[in-house]
C-alpha cells in the first residue's frame, strides 16, 4: 500500500497528525518483518534443498548414463573414462573350447610357471609342462594372431603357487636375474604385449617378503622399461588384500604396474561349509565373511580407479546341502566348479530334477537347487543379471575395466558377452 495512497485515502488535517503519522511507521515496520520473513524462508528453504540433495541416495536410478541400471553409490563418480580394458583369461585346459568375441581388448595366456631357481618351467616329471606346450600349440598361435590382427593384447601370464619356490625366488637376486633372462626370451619367441604376474602365497606373511616382492616388481618393471617399448606390467591380487595386504604391499606395489586385477571370487569355494555366492556384491558384513564392494571401497583408497580390472567369474559351484535353502550346510567333499553349460543341462531337466530357480538379494547373484537319486544340491553361478549389476558398480567406481576367469566356461553362449558389450565402453 503506497503512501500516496494513504493520502488521499485519509486526508491529512492537524487533528490527526500524530494518528497518520503512527499508521505509516506502523506500515514501514510490517513491511521490514516481511522482508525478513521472506528472506528466512527463502533461506531455509535453500538450505533443505541443499541437504536433501547432499544425502539423499536414491536405489534404484543412476545419474551417469544410460548404460547403469543400477545405483549402488551415495556419490557416484561422474566422467566415465572410456576405452576400458576387457581382460580374458585364457588358462591352457580351455584353448581347444574357446571362441574370442570382439569385446576383448586384452588375451592373457595362462600361464608359464616360475621356477625356484627363477626358470620358466618346461618340464613336469617326465612330460612338457602342460603350460609351455600350450604355449606351442597351434591354437594358440591361431588366437594371438586373431588378437592382433585387431589391434588387442596378448600377454602371458607368468604363475608360482609353490610357498617354499616363493620365498626362495623372491629372497634370491639371482634368481629373478634368470628369471628376467629367461622372460627376454620368451617376449623375442612369441608376440607379447604385457606380462601378468600371478604369484599367490599361502605361508605364514612377513614384512620381509612383502619388502622382497615389492623390490623383485620394481626390478622388473626398470628391466620391462630399458629393454622394450610398451610391454606392460599387471599383477593379481586377491580381493581380501585390501584389508589384509598378506604378500602383496599394494601402495608399494602400484607405481610399478599398469593394473591390478583384484580376483573378486572364490568367496565361496568347493570347500566351503555353506552355499553361497562365489561373487557376491554385498551381504559380507551380515551374511557371509566379506564382499566385493567392502573391498573395492578400500582398493580405491590405494589404487587409482584406472589401474583396477574387476576380476568377474564365468562359473560357478555346486554342493550337496542339507537342503534347499540359499545358504544351506553342505557335505564335505560335495563341492564342485560349475560351468554355464552345467547350468544348462540341469534346466533342461527341470521337471526330473525338481529344479527350483532362485535369486540371492543380498549378494545380487542367481542360484539354484535340485534333488537327485533323493539328495539335495544348491548350485550358485553367473548369469547376464548379476554380471550386469558387477558391470554396473565397474562403472560407479570408473574402475580400468574388468578380467574375466575363465574364457571357455561361458560355453558358446553370448548371454554374458552382450551384456559386457552393452554395458562396458
Do not use: C
Request: charged share 20%; glycine share 6%; proline share 4%.
Amino acid at each position: 500500500m503506497s503512501i500516496t495512497f494513504l493520502k488521499k485515502k485519509f486526508p491529512q488535517t492537524q487533528h490527526d497528525t500524530h494518528d497518520s503519522f503512527r499508521v505509516l511507521m506502523w506500515l514501514e515496520r510490517m513491511k521490514m518483518v516481511i522482508k525478513l520473513t521472506l528472506i528466512g524462508l527463502i533461506t531455509f528453504t535453500a538450505a533443505l534443498a541443499l541437504s536433501l540433495w547432499w544425502f539423499w541416495d536414491e536405489p534404484l536410478a543412476s545419474p551417469i548414463s544410460s548404460l547403469t541400471i543400477f545405483r549402488f553409490l551415495a556419490e557416484p563418480r561422474l566422467g566415465h573414462s572410456s576405452n576400458k580394458v576387457v581382460y580374458g583369461f585364457l588358462p591352457y585346459w580351455n584353448l581347444k573350447k574357446v571362441t574370442l568375441q570382439p569385446e576383448l581388448t586384452h588375451l592373457g595366456y595362462f600361464s608359464l610357471t616360475i621356477g625356484a631357481d627363477g626358470s620358466l618351467l618346461t618340464r613336469e616329471n617326465d612330460y612338457t609342462e602342460p603350460g609351455f606346450a600350450g604355449l606351442q600349440s597351434d591354437e594358440l598361435l591361431d588366437f594371438t594372431s586373431q588378437v592382433q590382427e585387431k589391434n588387442k593384447s596378448v600377454e602371458i601370464v607368468v604363475s608360482q603357487f609353490n610357498g617354499d619356490d616363493i620365498v626362495s625366488f623372491l629372497s634370491s637376486p639371482t634368481a629373478q636375474t634368470k628369471f628376467m633372462e629367461s622372460l627376454d626370451g620368451m617376449i623375442l619367441a612369441y608376440p607379447v604385449n604385457g606380462i601378468n604376474l600371478d604369484i599367490e602365497y599361502a605361508g605364514t606373511n612377513s614384512v620381509s617378503l612383502q619388502d622382497n616382492l615389492a623390490s623383485f616388481i620394481q626390478a622388473l618393471r626398470n628391466h620391462l622399461n630399458a629393454r622394450y617399448d610398451s610391454v606392460q606390467l599387471s599383477i593379481d591380487m586377491y580381493a581380501g588384500a585390501s584389508n589384509d595386504q598378506q604378500i602383496w604391499n599394494i601402495e608399494e606395489i602400484e607405481p610399478n604396474v599398469d593394473y591390478i586385477v583384484v580376483m573378486a571370487y572364490d568367496f565361496h569355494r568347493r570347500s566351503s561349509p555353506q552355499a553361497g555366492p562365489v561373487a557376491p556384491l554385498f551381504g559380507g558384513k551380515d551374511l557371509w565373511d566379506s564382499d566385493i564392494n567392502q573391498h573395492l571401497q578400500e582398493y580405491v583408497t590405494k589404487v587409482p580407479a584406472n589401474k583396477i580390472l574387476l576380476g568377474i567369474p564365468f562359473y560357478g559351484y555346486e554342493w550337496q546341502t542339507t537342503s534347499r535353502e540359499a545358504q544351506s550346510h553342505t557335505f564335505p567333499d560335495t563341492g564342485s566348479t560349475a560351468q554355464i553349460d552345467r547350468v544348462k543341462e540341469l534346466l533342461a531337466q527341470k521337471d526330473a530334477l525338481q529344479v527350483q530357480e532362485g535369486w540371492n538379494e543380498d549378494a545380487l547373484s542367481p542360484y539354484l537347487s535340485y534333488i537327485k537319486d533323493g539328495e539335495t544340491y544348491v548350485l550358485y553361478y553367473e548369469n547376464s543379471r548379476s554380471i550386469s549389476y558387477k558391470l554396473d558398480y565397474v562403472n560407479q567406481l570408473d574402475l580400468g575395466g574388468i578380467a574375466i576367469w575363465a574364457l571357455g566356461y561361458e560355453d558358446d553362449s553370448r548371454e554374458l558377452w552382450d551384456v559386457i558389450n552393452r554395458k562396458i565402453q
